[in-house]
């Protein structure tokens, strides 16, 4: 059984950074994009940010750009999310997702339950 | 940037309607757009993967359609666990997300 679960997530002060940490259980990690979306409590979902399966290419969203890092250790099933110089607008649930087995096609098929980050002074 | 627009917001359905959810790119996606489901305090769910494939273990009364700029995902007797926000996404350029389509019972 598929398993993403982000752990990471808190209260943090505005310009401060945190890191989310996501791993994967249940399929061979190494093989697959990841992505990092999030929702703003009572609103939609937000691309973040995407890896590919060797890590060696990543994509952000205008909105976090030059200011979070994601990557991956193979070895630790993980994805990560370094989030510097927080803003209040960053307050959200982030979830891992998953790419699946489409081909070319880019579909989320898997997602975590999401943690929660809280961006307040 | 592609935009992606749902309409409606939100819908007030009964139970066994037929339901149409409309999602609107800012240019052609060439049919590379999945809809996903959320339920309320829940991870989203993938339902429709490029716009007409069910993903396994959905029920068939869900069903996707469209071409170009314009998309649909319809539920064709509306159940009363379908009840969620349902999101539409392009990943034809960069990664979208529509607003999403918020569904509640009348």
């Known amino acids: 059984e598929v398993q993403l679960v982000e752990t990471g997530g808190g209260l943090v002060q505005p310009g401060r950074s945190l890191k989310l940490s996501c791993v994967a259980s249940?399929?061979?990690?190494?093989?697959?994009?990841m992505y990092w979306i999030r929702q703003a409590p009572g609103k939609g979902l937000e691309w973040v940010s995407s890896?590919?399966?060797?890590?060696?290419?990543?994509y952000y969203s205008d909105s976090v750009k030059g200011r979070f890092t994601i990557s991956r250790d193979d070895a630790e099933n993980t994805v990560y999310l370094q989030m510097n110089s927080l803003r209040s607008e960053d307050t959200a649930t982030y979830y891992c997702?998953?790419?699946?087995?489409?081909?070319?096609?880019?579909?989320?098929?898997?997602w975590g339950q999401g943690a929660s980050v809280t961006v307040s002074s | 940037d592609i935009q992606m627009t749902q309409s409606p917001s939100l819908l007030s359905v009964s139970v066994g309607d037929r339901v149409t959810l409309n999602c609107k790119a800012s240019q052609n996606i060439y049919k590379n757009l999945n809809w996903y489901q959320q339920k309320l305090g829940e991870a989203p769910k993938l339902l429709i993967y490029y716009t007409n494939n069910l993903q396994t273990g959905i029920p068939s009364r869900f069903s996707g359609s469209g071409s170009g700029t314009d998309y649909t995902l319809t539920i064709s007797s509306l159940q009363p666990e379908d009840v969620a926000t349902y999101y539409c996404?392009?990943?034809?350029?960069?990664?979208?997300f529509g607003g999403g389509t918020k569904l509640e019972l009348k």
């Open positions: 997702a998953k790419d699946g087995d489409y081909g070319s096609l880019y579909v989320m098929d898997a």
């Open positions: 249940g399929f061979t990690f190494s093989r697959y994009w």
């Open positions: 890896i590919n399966s060797d890590g060696g290419s990543t």
């Open positions: 996404y392009q990943y034809n350029s960069g990664w979208t």
